[in-house]
């Protein structure tokens, strides 16, 4: 079994840094990418920032030129480093992975979710 531990979640005002971090622990093999979602009442989920285990990277486009992911391969975790940020970043922030297992199967895995609320 794999779990996806997300921290660094809080409140912030506009224009203000959090730096978001997931890691994962249990039966891995390797990871091949990991990404951060988000998701506001009544709105759709949505991918925020993917990376993949050779450090390419792709940004939803409410987020480019704010938000960075990267990811310690040594130490299975995925950031998020989130600048400038505004109200309508408010959201609960989901880590997802794409996961080998030690047996070799290739399985998706959800974090619990960790809140960001961007208020004055």
Known sequence: ???LAESGGGLVQPGGPLRLSCAASGSIFSINDMSWYRQA???EREMVGRI???GSTYY???VKGRFTISRDNAKNTVYLQMNSLKPEDTAVYYCHADVT???RARTNYWGRG????VSP
């Not at 960790?114 to 609320?117: A, F, I, N, P």
Request: aromatic residues 0%.
């Open 101 to 103: 297992i030690t047996g």
């Open 60 to 62: 939803g486009d409410s």
């Open 41 to 43: 009442p009544g709105r």
């Open 52 to 54: 993949s285990s050779s």
């Open 1 to 3: 079994q794999v779990q």
């Open 114 to 117: 960790t809140q960001v609320t």
